[in-house]
């Protein structure tokens, strides 16, 4: 499959590797340096819209601000779309500042928030001043990525989507309801009539840093009664209102200064609407100090640090009526990158401490040794299969072999893995207990260890630059999703070499923001963030992984439990059953329903990730990692 353009009076090839991201829109193409951006279906007036944006804003918006440089037209001239920058590789969507586990593997802090924030800030009042209103303003359109140099700021960002902004008589036809104002809910179709506004790109600033500062969202937390997020917002109910149970893996509110607060209640509270004061920021950061004991950045003027002056998130070590049996099996002042279940029921992790890297060993009575691995920055990925480490160094396609048997452990093989067109250039691989599984030329290729050689075959076919990977934690079995323009295809290879397909069901419109796959023995759990005219949702496929059928789907709004708001791999496949770590505890889903398994409340949080284990169920925060049993 092939697609021919025309771009200022050249022809050009687009081939299905070259898609970075296909959305409820259009599909985004990478092409040389630049992107283009082709609509499924060019709406009435856009092809007008872009000639006005051309004519009144091209080399006048910032030059972060990725938006149309020129026409992409068909032989007959028609809009097919437009032309813009590329994203700088590494870039990242800013939802993920927002996550607890993300903000520890990154050592993020408000340090290096406020600056990128302080640019945000800059470029939204340019746009404002060129008579641009964002619109649909929020943390998937806006990406950021390294950019420390010489003393400058560690973070810079990227604002996508800029086609959909609103100007002159031309509306911004789409948004996203987490950070849509709440005085325009009523809003039925935002293509109608231009209905945003300063105020409103302003209000969605705000949710941003709210979101990136305490990790949670400005409505976020949970009421006995208004139980969604647009039910909060309509009521003014703020995770600081005292009858909001405020996140448990959300940064302190004391960590925000005074008059940050007072802010935060004036506008989520009483619904005010002032442009926001970039004065707040600077007082902020010239205001800042770092604790020494749990690295958190909070104001000057208070008389602690808010993060130690809380509880710790520490379960009970066993629960009233001995429903369950929970055992600490490590704890670490750094955070854990990797964790797997052996055959012979020991548990191996990954951990970073300071610049230190180490590998656990553990079993279920606790941890029993450790060994130094090597020094270097954040951002490195793990997989583990026998005795064998694979180590992926953060952006890189790299994948260095360490046989962990010998101490210090030794270099077995240097490979490399395609990654994944629109990613952050990291390689795409997966291990199994057996076998480690990468994507080289076009070919999924399965390695193991022979005779102390490493030796690998081609398994199946794979589509270059388009293929994602999972592996299960407890048997050889690898699974996939590649990507063909806007079609997904699920595919898994089971123990007995045994591949299947199967179709991802998606609607019309809809985008993929995030995808993740558990294998398992007898079934498949897929999980998708998706997005489609502005309302975000999570959906969740259960495949029969033997007769290759889809037994069970499930769909969830953002700002929901079972969404997840962290990353889509923290959930856990047991059986037919669906595991995910909540607030209130481990809710299980499977198509029998949906259940809380009891005893749980004191044990997990949203922000932990779950791993069964033959003993029971693995709960692993950034710092600890427990076994509960029952």
């Keep these: 499959m092939k697609m021919q353009i025309l771009l200022q009076h050249k022809t050009h090839t687009l081939h299905p590797r070259q898609l970075i991201q296909s959305g409820g829109e259009g599909m985004v193409f990478s092409l040389g340096r630049d992107a283009v951006k082709i609509y499924h279906q060019p709406r009435p007036g856009q092809a007008a819209k872009l000639r006005a944006w051309l004519a009144r804003f091209a080399g006048r918006v910032p030059p972060n601000v990725l938006g149309p440089t020129a026409l992409v037209t068909n032989r007959s001239g028609a809009v ?47 746009l404002h001043q060129l008579g641009l209103v964002v619109g649909d303003l929020n943390d998937q359109n806006i990406h950021f990525h390294p950019a420390g140099q010489g003393g400058g700021p560690a973070l810079a960002a990227c604002w996508l989507d800029v086609d959909s902004y609103q100007f002159e008589q031309f509306p911004c036809p789409v948004a996203l309801e987490s950070c849509l104002d709440p005085h325009l809910y009523h809003v039925t179709d935002f293509g109608a009539r231009p209905v945003f506004s300063p105020a409103s790109d302003w209000y969605a600033y705000f949710v941003l840093l709210v979101k990136a500062l305490l990790l949670a969202h400005p409505y976020g937390g949970v009421h006995h009664q208004a139980k969604s997020l647009a039910a909060r917002a309509t009521a003014g109910l703020t995770i600081l209102d005292p009858a909001v149970t405020y996140p448990k893996l959300a940064r302190p509110a004391a960590s925000l200064p005074d008059d940050l607060l007072h802010h935060l209640h004036q506008v989520f509270g009483l619904g005010q609407r002032p442009p926001f004061p970039r004065q707040l920021l600077d007082d902020f950061a010239a205001a800042l100090v770092t604790c020494s004991r749990c690295g958190l950045a909070y104001p000057a003027g208070r008389s602690g640090c808010p993060g130690c002056h809380q509880l710790p998130l520490q379960p009970k070590l066993a629960q009233p009526g001995g429903q369950l049996q929970v055992r600490l099996l490590a704890q670490t002042g750094g955070h854990f990158l990797l964790l797997a279940a052996q055959p012979d029921r020991r548990i191996v992790g990954v951990v970073r401490e300071g610049a230190q890297y180490s590998l656990l060993r553990l079993g279920v009575g606790g941890l029993f040794d450790r060994q130094p691995l090597f020094s270097s920055q954040a ?32 270099r077995l093989a240097l490979l490399a893995s395609d990654p994944f067109q629109g990613g952050d250039g990291a390689a795409i691989f997966a291990t199994s207990p057996l076998a480690l599984y990468r994507l080289a030329s076009g070919a999924l290729l399965r390695g193991s260890v022979r005779g102390g050689l490493y030796a690998e075959e081609v398994v199946a076919t794979a589509h270059q630059q388009q293929t994602l990977l999972w592996a299960a934690p407890e048997a050889d079995i690898v699974a996939g999703i590649y990507r063909i323009f806007g079609d997904y295809t699920l595919f898994w290879r089971d123990e007995a070499g045994v591949t299947r397909e199967l179709p991802l069901p998606l609607a019309g419109g809809e985008s993929v923001q995030e995808l993740h796959v558990v294998p398992g023995r007898t079934h498949l759990a897929v999980l998708a963030h998706l997005k489609q005219a502005g309302r975000a949702y999570s959906r969740y496929w259960l495949v029969d992984a033997v007769s290759g059928h889809l037994a069970f789907q499930a769909q969830h709004p953002a700002g929901s439990e079972l969404y997840g708001s962290g990353s889509l791999g923290q959930k856990a496949l047991w059986g037919s059953t669906l595991l995910h770590p909540t607030d209130a505890g481990v809710l299980k889903e499977s198509p029998a329903g949906q259940t809380l398994l009891p005893g749980t409340a004191d044990v997990v949080t949203a922000g932990d990730t779950l791993l069964p284990h033959p003993a029971g169920l693995l709960v692993q925060r950034p710092g600890r990692v427990y076994l509960v049993t029952a």
């Design 80 to 126: 097919l779309g437009f032309q813009m920058a590329r994203l700088p590789a590494g870039s990242l969507p800013l939802r993920q500042l927002a996550g607890p586990k993300y903000a520890q593997q990154s050592g993020l802090t408000a340090a290096d928030v406020i600056p990128l924030f302080q640019q945000l800030h800059q470029t939204l009042s340019v």
């Design 379 to 410: 951002g490195y990925r793990f997989g583990l299969f026998g005795h064998y480490l694979v180590v992926n160094p953060a952006g890189q396609s790299q994948l260095l072999l360490l046989d962990t048997s010998h101490d210090p452990p030794q």
